[in-house]
């Protein structure tokens, strides 16, 4: 009998599991669609083309159109971080095109060689926690180069022209540096008061746990953005409040859910109040034209809460050196991340070599059978492999920060 009970739960939790995957599959994200990066990747792909069309020459157009890819690995990056990615994206994607013209007519080195550059590309993008679509478009632009005409004399003609067309996308996307520099880590830190007032807002609902996941995630992206941002050599003051506001963020955030899970008080809403409005004044440059609300009876805990959100005000509304607080910033150097990655039992490097040797046994067996344009075949395999590792690595990334939430 407890048997049959048993294997009755266990199909019922499976059903359930089935429809809510069923139902998250035809779900519609409610994101703003990002209108702007699209018309600007749409500029930095027609444009060289465009230009190459105005002065007879579609074939130069449509090389330096490769470069245009570039602009498709720009994400809401800070300018810092953006500058040197998208400048390295560029030149990896010239390069590609480079060895794709001087190996055309060798076969077996021309698959080699796929397999190299994507391993090679998927590995950085892994070890750096870099965003993007990883080593599809470099294994793309590689492919394009070995279906051109043979012709290893073209090889410095045609880098040069993706260089110029990648140049173009790295101008596009660093126009907004002249208008806001901070803005990226500016956007992320509202975004980080806003969960706040959301999660305030939350306690004592069904919608805590959401919130509080929310809240959490939030503050990991904040985080990343301003380390990602963040130069020994040169830090400006506005940078410096930021990262005293995410600290401050944390402090506020601990202190809520300490008060929340372990103490028997009820929050007022002028707290989620008066998050929102200094949320409101983060990403504006303006001073926080709302006042922070207090009830009129508080508890000690309660009180506490808004004392550190009047000292997160007052940070975002006085002068850095007024300010007598120093960020703690602790970034790990890049031969720390690498030797950390570059490990046998390191996931990242294990993908990299799982991904490359596909890359180069599809390869293989396409030009081996000489289809029609056979490179579509490793292309296909790169853009597959790459679309389940991003899920993967999604789906891992978000378990873990919800456990974080959990144990929190």
């Known amino acids: 009998m407890g048997e049959n009970k048993h294997r009755s739960s266990s199909e019922s939790l499976k059903l359930d599991t089935i429809h809510t995957t069923f139902k998250q599959a035809f779900e519609i994200k409610k994101n703003p669609f990002p209108w702007i990066k699209a018309l600007s990747a749409g500029i930095a792909a027609a444009l060289p083309v465009f230009i190459g069309l105005l002065f007879g020459n579609l074939a130069y157009g449509l090389l330096a159109g490769i470069g245009g890819f570039t602009y498709l690995y720009v994400f809401n990056q800070p300018y810092h971080q953006r500058a040197k990615k998208i400048f390295f994206v560029m030149v990896g994607l010239a390069l590609s095109v480079v060895l794709g013209t001087l190996l055309a007519p060798y076969q077996l080195g021309t698959a080699i060689m796929m397999g190299i550059i994507g391993a090679s590309v998927f590995f950085l993008f892994g070890a750096l926690k870099i ?91 904040a985080e990343d953005t301003l380390l990602a941002g963040f130069s020994n050599r040169r830090s400006s003051d506005e940078l410096k409040r930021l990262f005293l506001l995410n600290e401050h963020a944390n402090a506020i955030f601990l202190e809520a859910l300490e008060i929340s899970l372990n103490k028997n008080i009820v929050l007022p809403p002028e707290l989620g109040q008066s998050v929102r409005a200094l949320a409101g004044s983060i990403a504006s440059k303006t001073k926080n034209k709302k006042k922070i609300l207090q009830p009129d009876q508080m508890t000690e805990e309660v009180e506490e809460l808004f004392m550190k959100i009047y000292n997160a005000d007052a940070i975002m509304n006085e002068p850095v050196q007024k300010i007598d607080q120093a960020a703690t910033i602790s970034k790990p150097s890049l031969k720390t991340i690498f030797l950390g990655a570059f490990d046998k039992n390191s996931i990242v490097f294990l993908s990299s070599v799982r991904y490359g040797t596909i890359l180069t046994i599809a390869a293989i067996i396409a030009y081996s059978a000489n289809f029609n344009r056979s490179y579509w075949i490793p292309l296909s395999c790169a853009a597959v492999m790459s679309g389940s590792t991003i899920i993967a690595t999604f789906h891992g990334r978000s378990k873990g920060l919800s456990g974080r939430s959990s144990d929190s």
């Open 131 to 221: 965003a993007g679509p990883s080593a599809v478009f470099f294994v793309l632009s590689f492919a394009l180069a070995t279906g051109m005409p043979v012709d290893q004399s073209l090889a410095p003609l045609r880098g040069g022209l993706v260089l110029m067309g990648g140049a173009l996308s790295w101008i596009i996307c660093m126009l907004g540096w002249f208008f806001n520099p901070h803005g990226p880590e500016s956007l992320a830190m509202e975004k980080v008061y806003r969960e706040l007032g959301a999660f305030f807002d939350s306690m004592g609902t069904e919608k805590f746990n959401k919130a509080r996941q929310g809240t959490v995630l939030a503050m990991k992206h």
